[in-house]
């Protein structure tokens, strides 16, 4: 638990940004640390509690990235603390990959108990989501007997390499890093925002439109159906800038696997564990996945990635894929905890009627904001897309880096994401005053970008 208590108003900016520490800090980091960490702003965080962020020159700040959607329960909620310090002081390691506790079970148990597909099921736990997104990779593989994958253009599953061939939101995340893992084609993701300009009749038909190109003309030409392995989807466009998959588009990736016998994979791991007012954002659409791979928010700020599969689908034996340190005990207490918490304080009912206030305060920026081009979400996954020209959708990140800025020298914390998205996603816990003032600070801070 954090050493002093945060104040509960705004944010509170002591000194001028970044501060005196913070500038050594910064400087320090730029000797020793890697270049390709990617940094939008000098904040050099000490403490936190619940939405506030204390940084190491005294100012507090609303943390409205949730550390990139991992802090679900916010920062040090007292009972993921409690748990992590009792699971520290009784068992810190001792290799899930060659022995055997109770809390692996214990939480592959809950896991099962809210997954999106019906069971039985296998749980697999690594360290991150990109590790995840590996093991669901390999054994997307392993059970078909197949070698090839489809994924999207926008998607981003990782960096490690074979994540990264999943990847493709940015040119910079491959540049220099070929050859990767082969037999990976990517196609378009429905972005209906910049796809079509008509109603949901011609949303959906975009939509359809785009998964049905897999069948009608990528399996008619290049890609024999039954050599394909797994699709891989994000419902939700995390790093692609926040883009939800319609229904249908979903629906029908669903019945192209079933047709062909191929495993439909979906990556929550942004958009899962209650992010969207859901466990999984893949249930708002009614489709259910075979595998689904997910980190991030699970242990609220631990490092724990998993992937839970039909268990007819991990079929793989002893020695085919492993981890040293995936399923740490104390990871796994932390979040054992995390589910307690949002399931006990109501933050699935949270994340759904805070997302909604906010998008309802937001409804009108499009008219209101002459670089507001979209407002779009669900629960608190809510990106805000910063145009040049609204008749041509141009990209704008020089706008959106710019509200970033002013935002943070304000004392609220927001990433972008995308070509020039900004992300709303802060802990699900987040409370309505904090938002009013993080939605008064970030309308503050378009009106002065845009000028």
């Not at 990139?68 to 916010?74: K, L, R």
């Not at 992010?275 to 708002?284: A, F």
């Not at 699935?348 to 997302?355: A, H, M, P, T, V």
């Not at 141009?394 to 943070?408: G, H, K, Q, S, T």
Request: with cysteine; glycine share 10%; proline share 6%.
């Amino acid at each position: 638990m954090p050493a002093k208590t945060l104040t509960a108003a705004g944010p509170q900016i002591k000194t001028a940004l970044p501060g005196p520490i913070a500038k050594q800090i910064v400087r320090d980091d730029d000797k020793y640390i890697s270049p390709s960490y990617t940094r939008s702003y000098p904040m050099v965080a000490k403490r936190g509690r619940g939405l506030r962020v204390e940084d190491v020159d005294g100012n507090e700040f609303l943390d409205f990235s949730a550390g990139i959607a991992v802090t679900s329960t916010g920062h040090c909620h007292p009972h993921v603390v409690e748990a992590i310090q009792k699971q520290a002081a009784e068992l810190i390691h001792m290799s899930g990959t060659d022995f055997y506790y109770e809390g692996m079970v214990t939480l592959a148990e809950r896991l099962s108990n809210i997954a999106p597909m019906p069971g039985p099921h296998k749980i697999y736990y690594g360290n991150s989501g990109t590790e995840a997104v590996e093991c669901a990779l390999k054994l997307a593989r392993y059970h078909t007997k197949r070698q090839n994958i489809i994924a999207f253009f926008g998607a981003f599953h990782g960096r490690t390499m074979g994540a990264l061939s999943l990847t493709a939101s940015k040119p910079q995340q491959k540049r220099r890093f070929a050859p990767l893992v082969p037999g990976v084609t990517h196609v378009r993701y429905p972005d209906v925002y910049r796809g079509c300009e008509g109603g949901a009749q011609d949303a959906d038909a975009f939509a359809l439109g785009c998964a049905r190109f897999i069948e009608d003309k990528l399996f008619k030409t290049t890609l024999p159906p039954e050599e394909v392995a797994a699709i891989f989807v994000e419902p939700i466009q995390g790093e692609g800038g926040y883009v939800i998959a319609p229904t249908v588009f979903m629906q029908e990736l669903r019945r192209i696997c079933d047709r062909h016998g191929i495993l439909l994979v979906v990556d929550e791991v942004q958009s899962g564990v209650g992010r969207t007012g859901k466990w999984w954002s893949v249930e708002h659409t009614g489709v259910q996945p075979d595998i689904v791979c997910s980190a991030k928010g699970i242990a609220s700020g631990m490092p724990l990635g998993v992937v839970i599969s039909k268990a007819s689908v991990m079929d793989w034996v002893p020695g085919s894929h492993a981890s040293t340190f995936g399923g740490n005990p104390v990871c796994i207490a932390a979040a054992l905890a995390t589910l307690d918490v949002i399931e006990r304080e109501g933050l699935l009912r949270n994340s759904i009627e805070l997302g909604n206030y906010m998008m309802s305060r937001m409804a009108g920026w499009t008219s209101k904001h002459k670089h507001v081009g979209d407002v779009r979400g669900r629960g608190l996954m809510i990106g805000l897309e910063m145009v040049k020209d609204k008749k041509t959708k141009e990209y704008a990140p020089e706008i959106r880096d710019r509200v970033v800025e002013l935002a943070f020298e304000r004392g609220v914390l927001f990433l972008g994401c995308g070509p020039s998205t900004l992300r709303i996603a802060p802990p699900l816990v987040v409370s309505k005053e904090e938002a009013d003032v993080a939605i008064d600070v970030l309308e503050e801070c378009i009106a002065i970008a845009g000028k």
